[in-house]
């Protein structure tokens, strides 16, 4: 089965491993963090996100929840918004908040802003290049934005609208399976959903 991770940052703090085909959420633990905003996945299986009250990139274990700071995201502002955080198929680090993307270093938290996305970006996703996005990263909007999916130019950071999902939630966390480009997304809504995105 494919599986996810959240945070109820807004509740317990702690780190959930979900089922993405039946929506079931398995506690493994407390983050030891106030709050965790996106989620990024790399090949090797390591789980990265991001403290935005410190701009500063957490790794988080799988068996225990527990996360650990690597370092400062040095020249990105303290998060006044959703972020967004994926690995593409290359293996880089992709962070968008504030309505920027900015490429990381995920052992150092050094960082390149790209440019200015324009809409305010919830979720972004990793999948293999194609014609609909040939970046192959993906993003959601979120509060203004809430509902739109984008297609990101990793060069200079810009997102193009591909079209609406059809669900409007205020947050949004957004994954892909690199395997078959299909896009998963959790929203922050009362019950949650889990959504798949063709």
Do not use: H
């Amino acid at each position: 089965a494919t599986m996810g991770y959240s945070v109820r940052s807004d509740v317990d703090r702690r780190l959930y491993r979900i089922d993405m085909s039946t929506g079931i959420a398995t506690d493994l633990g407390a983050t030891g963090f106030s709050k965790i905003e996106a989620f990024a996945i790399n090949a090797a299986g390591e789980i990265f996100g991001v403290n935005p009250a410190s701009a500063q990139p957490v790794e988080c274990l799988s068996n225990t929840g527990v996360c650990a700071a690597v370092g400062v995201l040095n020249g990105v502002p303290q998060i006044q918004t959703n972020a967004g955080l994926t690995f593409s198929t290359a293996g880089v680090l992709y962070l968008a908040t504030n309505a920027v993307v900015y490429r990381v270093d995920p052992l150092t938290a050094a960082t390149t802003a790209l440019g200015g996305t324009g809409p305010a970006l919830s979720g972004l996703a990793g999948v293999a290049p194609s014609a609909t996005c040939a970046s192959g990263v993906y993003g959601i909007g979120g509060n203004t934005d809430r509902g739109k999916l984008y297609c990101i130019n990793i060069a200079n950071g810009v997102a193009t609208l591909l079209g609406n999902i059809g669900i409007n939630p205020l947050d949004s966390g957004l994954d892909g399976d690199a395997a078959t480009g299909l896009l998963w997304g959790i929203s922050n809504d009362t019950p949650g959903q889990v959504f798949a995105i063709d």
